[in-house]
């Protein structure tokens, strides 16, 4: 799954889930904050990631949304269950579920076979 998708996905699911304001995201793993900002709620995602210029918006039926990145220009179906997240990235082809706690979120990448930590 590429880095950005990531970040973004992870920044989704923690306003989903937890309902705090963020106006970004902090990735462990290269250790810097991303810039996302716009409207999550229940039932619409609208947000833009500054980094790369680009908005990633959608609605859902229930707990389940249908996103599209229009940097990458591909579908992400996200799964919000309680606590945990569970979704498919159509552009790079890779499943991936995680869980928040609190301020935190531990993502897991089906595609790269690994965790990666975020906080908002």
């Not at 409207?39 to 918006?57: F, L, P, Q």
């Not at 990458?72 to 269950?81: A, T, V």
């Not at 606590?83 to 890779?94: L, Q, V």
Request: charged share 20%.
């Amino acid at each position: 799954m590429n880095q950005n998708t990531r970040s973004a996905v992870a920044y989704i699911a923690a306003r989903l889930i937890t309902g705090k304001k963020s106006s970004s995201v902090y990735d462990y793993n290269r250790s810097k904050h991303v810039s996302i900002d716009g409207k999550v709620e229940n039932g619409s995602v609208d947000v833009y990631d500054y980094e790369i210029r680009a908005s990633i918006s959608g609605s859902s039926s229930n707990t389940n949304y249908n996103l599209y990145h229009y940097g990458y220009k591909h579908h992400i179906e996200l799964n919000i269950k309680g606590k945990k997240f569970e979704g498919y990235d159509y552009g790079e082809r890779c499943h991936f579920n995680g869980d928040v706690n609190g301020t935190s979120i531990s993502f897991y990448d089906y595609g790269e076979s690994k965790w990666y930590n975020y906080s908002i």
